[in-house]
């Protein structure tokens, strides 16, 4: 099962103190930026974020999954938890790189 358009926009609607929030749908399911960085993989209704140290202490309670087959496990992020929503991904994006230029 796809995400579906209103999991996507209460995604955004959490994210959006953070600054800009944008949404590419891939493949059914869709990746979430905060300001230009890729902080969420969204797959069946279920926010996934990369297992980084940085959030380890944060999400130590946390499920953890697979987004799709093939994919490394992740955490699974509880959107009911607005505000640690809010800090697990500002947390991330603090240690994730920007996307590397496409150069043609």
């Given at each position: 099962m796809a995400c579906t358009p209103e999991f996507i926009e209460?995604?955004?609607?959490?994210?959006?103190?953070?600054?800009?929030?944008?949404?590419?749908?891939?493949?059914?399911?869709?990746?979430?930026?905060?300001?230009?960085?890729?902080?969420?993989?969204?797959?069946?209704?279920?926010?996934y974020v990369k297992k980084l140290p940085c959030i380890s202490d944060l999400m130590a309670d946390a499920e953890s999954g697979s987004p799709y087959p093939g994919a490394k496990e992740a955490y699974i992020l509880d959107i009911e938890d607005s505000q640690k929503v809010l800090k697990v991904v500002e947390t991330l994006w603090n240690h994730l790189p920007f996307p590397k230029s496409k150069k043609g």
């Open positions: 209460t995604l955004s609607d959490i994210l959006s103190p953070l600054g800009e929030v944008r949404s590419r749908k891939m493949m059914g399911d869709y990746v979430i930026y905060v300001n230009d960085k890729c902080v969420i993989t969204a797959c069946d209704n279920i926010a």
